[in-house]
């Protein structure tokens, strides 16, 4: 069975700086989609960005981009220019390729990103 | 925008009482999930729907059940409340069409029993 893991329960940067959270996960299948989820406090979550596996070049959506190394099984989240806006739980999500339509997700236990002004 | 309203931001009930938590989605979407999240386990499925009237378990279907009688309505049922149920519920919901369509979330039901 596929897992994932975040091992820093929590992180905090300072405004304006660079932080990276990190996203490991366990899978034997060779195509499958990984996605980053931000849940702010007492918010609603929203996707962040996704990646598929099959592709080489890494997603990038404005302040945000991943480092997704396949053989190592590696998702890190990299978020440029921290804001205050940023802080919140974020879980990063692994989904099966023989999932078919239901788009079944897999969730890491999440990180907890404190943004210091 | 995608719009997933979960009935109750928080709900208080009591040991052995029946509990209903509801989930609309406006998004005509054919998938639709409820998770639980707890303090350092994440998220976990509970169970899914992917068609009016089909539903499948998911990681932790003990102690629930759920009923998908109209596609945009998934309801998540606590048959005898307890308090190991105490927990944050999350509903979800993402479109059937193609394998990388993100899930929308609720707001969340704040769940606790006494």
């Known amino acids: 069975a596929q897992t994932v893991t975040q091992s820093q329960p929590e992180m905090s940067v300072q405004e304006a700086e660079t932080v990276t959270l990190s996203c490991t996960y366990d899978?034997?299948?060779?195509?499958?989609?990984l996605f980053w989820y931000k849940q702010p406090p007492s918010r609603q979550m929203i996707l962040v960005i996704r990646?598929?596996?099959?592709?080489?070049q890494n997603a990038t959506e404005n302040r945000f981009s991943v480092n997704f190394q396949k053989a190592a099984k590696s998702f890190s989240l990299k978020i440029s220019d921290s804001q205050l806006g940023d802080a919140a739980m974020y879980f990063c999500?692994?989904?099966?390729?023989?999932?078919?339509?239901?788009?079944?997700?897999?969730f890491g236990t999440g990180t907890l990103l404190a943004v210091q002004p | 925008d995608v719009k997933v309203t979960q009935s109750s931001r928080y709900l208080v009930k009591r040991t052995g009482e029946k509990v209903f938590l509801e989930c609309v989605q406006d998004?005509?979407?054919?998938?639709m999930f409820w998770y639980r999240q707890d303090p350092g386990l994440g998220l976990r499925l509970i169970y899914f729907?992917?068609?009016?009237?089909?539903?499948e378990k998911g990681d932790i279907p003990e102690g629930y059940s759920v009923s998908r009688e109209k596609k945009e309505r998934f309801s998540l049922i606590l048959e005898s409340a307890s308090t190991n149920q105490t927990s944050m519920y999350l509903c979800?919901?993402?479109?059937?069409?193609?394998?990388?369509?993100?899930?929308?979330f609720g707001d969340g039901t704040r769940l606790s029993i006494l």
């Open positions: 899978t034997s299948e060779s195509d499958y989609y």
């Open positions: 999500a692994y989904r099966s390729p023989n999932g078919g339509a239901t788009n079944k997700l897999i």
């Open positions: 990646q598929e596996a099959y592709k080489q």
């Open positions: 729907s992917y068609d009016v009237k089909m539903k």
């Open positions: 998004m005509d979407h054919e998938n």
């Open positions: 979800a919901s993402s479109s059937g069409q193609g394998v990388n369509q993100p899930q929308h």
